[in-house]
């Protein structure tokens, strides 16, 4: 059985579930990410215990590297001073 709440899929699998409960599995996750998107859930009865498996949109990654000492994502901060340093360095090829 597949239904949508808050835009989660929700699938439970090995039996049945009432609405309010598969909002508070919902909620529980994203109290557990709250940066995280979650955007489905599949909910897996066995007995008394319910299996969770979650998905969460992907996060985009930040390149960060270093420079002249300092670990930095971009050089936007750097003074011109750094800058310049950053622009005369030398770049070791492999």
């Known amino acids: 059985m597949?239904?949508?709440?808050?835009?989660v899929e929700v699938e439970v699998l090995n039996g049945e579930m009432c609405e309010e409960e598969m909002k508070e599995y919902i909620q529980?996750?994203?109290?557990?990410?709250?940066q995280d998107t979650l955007?489905?859930?599949?909910?897996?009865?066995?007995?008394?215990?319910?299996d969770m498996h979650y998905h969460l949109q992907p996060q985009p990654m930040q390149r960060i590297r270093r420079i002249t000492g300092y670990l930095v994502g971009?050089?936007?901060?750097?003074?011109?001073?750094?800058?310049?340093?950053e622009h005369d360095r030398v770049k070791h090829q492999l």
């Open 2 to 7: 597949k239904d949508i709440f808050d835009n």
């Open 39 to 50: 955007t489905a859930l599949t909910l897996t009865i066995d007995g008394d215990f319910v």
């Open 28 to 34: 529980y996750v994203k109290q557990k990410f709250p």
């Open 74 to 85: 971009t050089l936007d901060r750097f003074n011109d001073a750094k800058r310049a340093e």
